[in-house]
């Protein structure tokens, strides 16, 4: 592996044969998690591919003719040509090799594989899930010198590195960026010595024999795993669901809903939590107007006569969202009348979507804790689950309120009774 400057790309590159190009940056998170990545796979497919990093602050000029825009970018070249996609951010190994592996033969590739040794390593306390609460849990455990790692597919952060604003996480006078707080909280973490495998691919999970295997060839053992693997928020799948969620599409009232003073709101789900929120955002919108499939709300009898009672909201039966477009600073959703197939446009100031979470225990393997009906974790006071020596924390768990808050409070329990036992 090398370094190079704007001044050898000539040489290294288009003159270079097969090379991959890691333009990275300093204070760059996504940077620290690819960095081993780079330097192990430097290793396996360095004799056939030459790896190469770059300086993207001291290399401007060359990083904008090459469209790099972001840290880490890499790049891939054959004979001076680019080839095959760039990949850039939360950069995972099974991304990198599933390019390298286009770059030599499949004998090649076979051969490399197969020199591929697999690692074990042991600590005592395994995180599953970088959120708040993961990240709350990993600063106590390392404070108080317990040998943790936290082990996360994305960066770390969960919801609160994508909230636009957090105003009511304690501490800061003013509303913060998620991904500041994301940025302030693992950096706290990191600063206490944990390690951190983010943006990993999680190959399996053990929860009986605490065994996590992370890009297939890694094994995780630990003493005691704490789950804070999170939610999932229902979608829709509709064109334009992705493309605007956190930019005009939200999944949290109490979160964004006091952005729409006096605006208007259209609101999809007509269960107990869409009809709750519905209610929390007349609090601040001028009208709602909700979107529901059936002819009838399904949320319980108080809050539909608290609806029926409130004048700002209306609802649209036997409606279902088909696309989403932004139109200005307007939110356009086009919705099908179910009984007439008509087609119609609903222009709002913004979008939330109620259609229920799903937590995150499919990840889990095969042995998984008690859950309550609905698939969230049950713990004891103490975050313990069913399992001996699995801990459970944040959104994940049977609770009442999901907030960052109360995220950060479930991974402090945790993490002090494991100090306790350890
Ligand atoms: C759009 C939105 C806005 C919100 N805004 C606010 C707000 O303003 N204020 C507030 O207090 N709360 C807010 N919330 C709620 C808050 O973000 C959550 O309650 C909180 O993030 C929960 O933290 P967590 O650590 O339990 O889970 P998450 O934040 O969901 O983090 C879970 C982590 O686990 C990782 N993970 C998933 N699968 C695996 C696996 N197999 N192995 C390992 N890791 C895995 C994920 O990548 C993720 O990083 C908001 C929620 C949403 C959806």
Redesign the pocket.
């Given at each position: 592996m090398k370094e190079i400057n704007a001044i050898d790309f000539e040489k290294e590159v288009i003159n270079g044969g097969k090379v991959i190009l890691d333009f990275y940056s300093t204070e760059c998170p996504p940077c620290e998690a690819l960095a081993p990545k780079f330097e192990a796979m430097a290793e396996l497919y360095g004799e056939k591919v030459k790896f190469l990093k770059i300086f993207r602050q001291g290399n401007r000029e060359l990083a904008t003719e090459l469209g790099v825009s972001s840290s880490p970018t890499l790049l891939f070249f054959e004979n001076g040509k680019q080839i095959l996609d760039t990949i850039s951010g939360g950069i995972k190994k099974s991304e990198i090799v599933e390019r390298l592996d286009k770059m030599v033969s499949p004998e090649e590739a076979q051969a490399i594989k197969a020199n591929q040794k697999p690692i074990v390593s042991e600590y005592d306390v395994a995180i599953?899930?970088?959120?708040?609460?993961?990240?709350t849990a990993g600063i106590y455990l390392g404070q108080a010198k317990i040998k943790t790692v936290l082990?996360?597919?994305?960066l770390?952060?969960?919801?609160?590195?994508?909230?636009h604003?957090?105003?009511?996480?304690p501490g800061f006078e003013q509303p913060q960026p998620?991904f500041m707080l994301a940025h302030y909280m693992s950096e706290q973490a990191k600063h206490t010595g944990i390690d951190f495998k983010v943006a990993v691919d999680?190959t399996s999970?053990d929860l009986v024999k605490k065994e996590i295997v992370i890009d297939e060839l890694e094994t995780i053992r630990a003493k005691k795993i704490i789950i804070?693997?999170?939610?999932t928020?229902n979608t829709m799948n509709a064109p334009g669901e992705k493309e605007y969620k956190?930019k005009g599409i939200?999944?949290?009232a109490?979160?964004?809903a006091k952005y729409f003073v006096d605006k208007e709101v259209t609101v999809i789900g007509g269960g107990n939590s869409a009809v709750e929120e519905a209610l929390f955002i007349t609090k601040f919108a001028s009208k709602v107007t909700m979107i529901h499939q059936f002819d009838k709300l399904t949320a319980n009898q108080t809050a539909i006569e608290q609806l029926q009672a409130n004048e700002k909201i209306s609802v649209m039966y036997e409606h279902e969202p088909r696309k989403f477009e932004k139109r200005g600073n307007k939110m356009v959703t086009f919705v099908e009348d179910l009984k007439t197939k008509e087609l119609k446009e609903l222009e709002s100031d913004g979008v939330f979507v109620f259609i229920g979470f799903k937590s995150?225990v499919e990840?889990?393997g095969k042995h998984l804790p008690d859950m309550n009906n609905w698939g969230y974790i049950l713990t004891d006071e103490d975050m313990k689950t069913s399992i001996p020596d699995v801990f459970a924390?944040?959104?994940?768990i049977s609770k009442k309120y999901?907030?960052?808050?109360?995220?950060v409070a479930?991974?402090t329990i945790a993490a002090i009774t494991i100090s306790k036992e350890l």
């Open positions: 599953l899930g970088g959120g708040p609460a993961g990240l082990i996360d597919p994305a770390p952060g969960g919801y609160m590195g994508i909230t604003q957090v105003s009511n996480y998620g999680i999970v804070a693997t999170g939610t928020p956190g939200s999944y949290c109490t979160c964004d995150n990840v889990l924390i944040g959104d994940i999901r907030q960052i808050t109360t995220a479930d991974g």
